[in-house]
């Protein structure tokens, strides 16, 4: 029940409106059933149908239900026939729907609201938590909360829910049955509740199956994201039969879990039955033959007791789907509060001003013990081209997050201009970043889309000029609907130094002041690398670019290249070019972008 509480404290105001529908719904059920009462005794004392029952006959019953209704009818002043008493049924009938279907109304907006609720709490506590965070994160373990645990919670509240709506109507039967016999009632409570004990191991089982579910769920799907992600390497080996023989084991474990779960579903329900009838047969026998109670009265108690017993085992049902499901919420929730405990410190209140120079100054950082970056101090000037080359794993993407603030030096500082980077607002210095990273990532959407990534505030002219300083507008105005056509999956459609000129027209299109590309030619061919390192060039003194690669081709273009290897780093100044242009930077707009004069091939 905690699940239940902590959601309607979280949607008061819905909630309240659904307990008040219920309440009236069983208001007016109560009204219809109460006339059951002297309708069957019109039936079974074959009293004509248009003939009046006065309210001595209504009352001439051994319950108090029918004294009740008896002493209402006589304060009205009414003599009902049996069509009139069918005609209150029946509005009592419309107006129960009508309140059902606003409590329903009300619980589907509230179940679509918890599912985007919780999607939207995940996404943005990771969209603001540590960069390590997500270094340590499996992928699917993050799309399968998102997708399939908020699904699993809200389905889990909406068992609850649908559960207090059983929980009300049995209340209501109970209600009209210890009127009709309290103690024929009690003993039919207390036969429900041995069934509700008998049963309990198997909603223990169900949970356990649920909670084992949520992690065989957790654990397949972040394997079968990792396999998608390198479907074309395992297809080009022929070894998809390897990630096959793992997604079958978890598979296998999932489809037992779920048997399990079916399996004690059903068998609760025939258990239900079986109990149930019993209970009721020898009922009506105690009734009529011990207790010689009025058939008519043994009619309503036998009719609202098996409905009593019906609610209640509709409660243990959804009680049972409620504790299967609600497992995804608790695991979501801790996810969630994992996340939150990794935010991300925001930095100081200063404004960033990129016009001198970036600098890190004695900047030491390690992984754990394993040291990447010891005292090293560089600087990348403005306006100019920097690269840093070195073999895989010598600390320069390491480097590129301490100037982005992924990453915090251990000791040491970064410097914008002469403030350090941990006094300055670290969002509105990375709104001045432009970043192309290794591995191209393409939605499988328009050219458009993919370079603006729907954000409002860009127009196609700002996505057509970023795209010709991209040099990505020839061939972009070539494809059959230009900015409009599909890329494919993951930019399939397009080859490796397009993919990467509409990368760059990405990072380009918000008016960045530094560009940083991660091993951004490293996945090219030399002719595309080329063609790259020649749009680089025309960006020279309109952006400050910091290149990053383990290959040789951006020193040809570089202004000032750091050699990294092995711990070490060594500078090398490059004076072929003493007359490139300086930083052409507007200190409000960001830098006026100009188009590439020669694209060059791509392939």
């Known amino acids: 029940m905690r699940f239940l509480i902590t959601f309607v404290r979280r949607y008061p105001l819905r909630s309240s409106i659904m307990v008040l529908a219920l309440l009236l719904a069983g208001f007016m059920e109560g009204i219809g059933l109460s006339m059951l009462l002297p309708l069957i005794g019109m039936t079974v004392g074959n009293k004509p149908a248009e003939q009046p029952l006065a309210a001595t006959e209504i009352g001439a019953t051994d319950s108090t239900l029918g004294r009740l209704v008896a002493n209402a009818f006589s304060a009205l002043d009414i003599s009902p026939t049996m069509g009139q008493l069918l005609v ?104 429900g509740f041995v069934i509700l004990y008998l049963v309990k191991r198997f909603l223990k089982k169900a949970r356990h199956a649920g909670i084992r579910q949520t992690e065989l769920l957790k654990s397949m799907l972040a394997l079968l994201t990792d396999t998608l992600q390198s479907i074309k390497p395992l297809k080009a080996m022929a070894r998809e039969n390897v990630f096959d023989l793992l ?79 609600e497992s995804g919420y608790w695991s979501l929730k801790d996810t969630i509060e994992s996340v939150q405990k990794e935010r991300e410190e925001t930095g100081g209140g200063l404004k960033p001003g990129l016009t001198q120079a970036i600098r890190t100054e004695n900047v030491d950082f390690a992984y754990d013990d394993h040291h990447v970056l010891r005292d090293v101090s560089l600087s990348f000037p403005v306006g100019r081209i920097t690269a840093i080359i070195g073999p895989s794993g010598s600390g320069k993407t390491t480097l590129v997050d301490l100037v982005t603030g992924l990453l915090r030096p251990q000791q040491g500082e970064v410097w914008i201009d002469e403030v350090p980077l941990a006094q300055i607002n670290l969002k509105t210095w990375r709104r001045m970043i432009g970043y ?5 990532i393409l939605l499988h959407d328009t050219v458009l889309n993919n370079v603006t990534l729907g954000d409002p505030a860009l127009s196609e002219a700002d996505a057509q000029q970023a795209l010709r300083a991209a040099g990505a507008w020839e061939f972009v105005d070539a494809m059959p609907l230009s900015m409009q056509s599909i890329v494919g999956e993951r930019g399939g459609k397009l080859s490796g130094g397009q993919r990467q000129r509409i990368a760059i027209a990405r990072a380009l299109v918000h008016r960045p002041q530094l560009l940083i590309l991660d091993e951004a030619t490293s996945g090219l061919d030399p002719e595309s690398e080329a063609a790259v390192c020649d749009t680089l060039q025309q960006l020279r003194g309109e952006l400050t670019i910091l290149a990053i690669s383990h290959q040789t081709a951006l020193v040809r273009i570089a202004d000032k290249t750091y050699h990294i290897q092995d711990g070490k780093i060594w500078q090398t100044e490059h004076t072929s070019e003493p007359d490139r242009p300086t930083a052409n930077i507007d200190a409000e707009n960001g830098p006026k972008l100009q188009a590439a004069v020669s694209p060059g091939k791509l392939r």
């Open 88 to 191: 209150v049924i029946i509005v009592a009938v419309i107006l129960k729907s009508g309140m059902m279907l606003l409590a329903k109304k009300q619980l589907g907006y509230t179940v679509a609201r918890v599912a985007t609720d919780l999607r939207l709490e995940l996404l943005r506590a990771l969209m603001v938590s540590r960069w390590q965070y997500f270094l340590k994160q499996p992928l699917g373990s993050l799309a399968n909360a998102m997708a399939t645990e908020t699904a699993r919670a809200s389905k889990a509240y909406m068992s609850g829910v649908l559960m207090t709506t059983e929980f009300f109507q049995a209340s209501l039967y109970f209600l009209m049955a210890f009127l009709v016999s309290w103690k024929a009632t009690l003993i039919s409570l207390t036969a």
């Open 436 to 440: 192309i990273p290794q591995e191209t």
């Open 247 to 325: 997604l079958e084991k978890k598979t296998k474990r999932l489809n037992k879990a779920r048997q399990k779960q079916v399996l004690n579903k059903e068998f609760l329900k025939a258990f239900h039955e079986i109990l149930m009838s019993v209970f009721l047969a020898a009922g009506i026998y105690i009734l009529l033959i011990q207790w010689q109670m009025s058939l008519a009265s043994v009619m309503v108690l036998a009719f609202l007791v098996a409905r009593l017993l019906k609610r209640l085992n509709k409660v243990q049902e959804r009680y049972q789907e409620m504790i299967i499901f």
